[in-house]
């Protein structure tokens, strides 16, 4: 069964303490790794696609990169409009590009 | 481009009663998705659609009906509310291609049954 499991579920930083968020998955055939950032009362927020293992992909203080089991979203010299709450999904080759998510990380950065 | 635009924003439902949540793109997608969110959880598909006329079951669709009529649209029927249908309601869209496909997610209807 395809799965997706984030850790940690909740993440409280200093302004400009770097971390990392996790996102393990199970998939029968990766297709893609999404990572979307939801504000309270928003809808997700695309951030990030990565296709393969290897693959690393940035957005000013955000870091995405893909291994075969899991993915890892670094977060440099936070501040604290970046936080959010943190949605990992994955889709798998024969899902008819249906997305599996994560119960998400919530990340608190105080200033 | 307005994206994925929702309405309404919030409704509170009686035991029994039906509605219909609306749900439009503009970007032209093929695709279209309805998902639910519960507290602390991730989101659960419940409907989706490839194209017009064309719907498919999601991981949780006890409860719910849709219809694909136009590229656009695509709403989704509560028949007979009850309060485990209580939650936040995202439409997302995508277009399909080779490899996995952004979807773009809409700003929520949230629904409360009492």
């Known amino acids: 069964e395809d799965q997706v499991t984030q850790s940690p579920e909740a993440l409280r930083l200093q302004e400009g303490e770097s971390s990392s968020l996790n996102c393990s998955y199970t998939?029968?055939?990766?297709?893609?790794l999404f990572w979307y950032r939801q504000d309270p009362g928003k809808g997700p927020e695309f951030l990030f696609t990565?296709?393969?293992a290897g693959e690393e992909k940035e957005k000013e203080r955000l870091k995405a990169t893909l291994t075969k089991k899991e993915s890892f979203l670094h977060i440099t010299a936070p501040k604290p409009e970046d936080s959010a709450t943190y949605l990992c999904?994955?889709?798998?080759?024969?899902?008819?590009?249906?997305?599996?998510f994560g119960s998400g990380t919530r990340l608190l950065v105080r200033p | 481009n307005a994206g994925v635009t929702q309405t309404p924003k919030f409704r509170i439902l009686k035991i029994g009663q039906s509605m219909t949540l609306q749900c439009t793109q503009d970007?032209?997608?093929?695709?279209m998705y309805w998902y639910r969110q519960d507290p602390g959880m991730g989101l659960k598909l419940i409907y989706y659609?490839?194209?017009?006329?064309?719907?498919d079951k999601g991981e949780v669709p006890n409860g719910y009906n849709v219809s694909r009529s136009t590229t656009e649209d695509f709403p989704l029927r509560l028949e007979l509310a009850a309060p485990s249908q209580t939650s936040v309601y995202f439409c997302?869209?995508?277009?399909?291609?080779?490899?996995?496909?952004?979807?773009?997610f809409g700003p929520g209807t949230r629904l409360l049954v009492l």
């Open positions: 997302a869209s995508s277009y399909q291609g080779l490899f996995g496909e952004t979807q773009y």
């Open positions: 999904a994955v889709q798998a080759k024969d899902s008819s590009y249906k997305l599996i």
């Open positions: 970007m032209n997608h093929n695709y």
């Open positions: 659609s490839v194209g017009a006329g064309i719907t």
């Open positions: 990565l296709y393969s």
């Open positions: 998939v029968s055939g990766l297709r893609g």
